[in-house]
Nanobody, 119 residues
Framework: QVRLVESGGGAVQAGGSLRLSCVGSGRMSDINAMGWYRQAPASQRELVAVISNGVNTNYADSVKGRFTITRNNAKNTVYLQMDSLKPEDTAVYFC?????????????WGQGTQVTVSS
């Protein structure tokens, strides 16, 4: 079992920045990738960004060039730096852990952290 705990959400004006953090614990050997999903009201959850144990990353088109995912393997921590935030980035952001081979299969979810961007 892997436990994921997010922090860093909050409210910001459009154009601002936030940094989300997620610390993993437990059987981290179960996973080879960590990532972030988000869910806006009345919308489905969508993948925002994922990073492997190494240096491979993948981003949703909507956040490319604005968000950056990084990882500190020694601390079992993944970060999401969000710049140039837009109101449409408003959502609950979930940290995830899973296996990334041909695609990213999520096995574990954090509890979520709210990000609100006002215009």
């Amino acid at each position: 079992q892997v436990r994921l705990v997010e922090s860093g959400g909050g409210a910001v004006q459009a154009g601002g920045s936030l940094r989300l953090s997620c610390v993993g614990s437990g059987r981290m050997s179960d996973i080879n990738a960590m990532g972030w999903y988000r869910q806006a009201p009345a919308s489905q959850r969508e993948l925002v960004a994922v990073i492997s144990n190494g240096v491979n990353t993948n981003y949703a088109d909507s956040v490319k060039g604005r968000f950056t995912i990084t990882r500190n393997n020694a601390k079992n921590t993944v970060y999401l730096q969000m710049d140039s935030l837009k109101p449409e980035d408003t959502a609950v952001y979930f940290c995830t852990g899973g296996r990334w081979l041909a695609k990213y299969d999520v096995e574990y979810w954090g509890q979520g952290t709210q990000v609100t961007v006002s215009s």
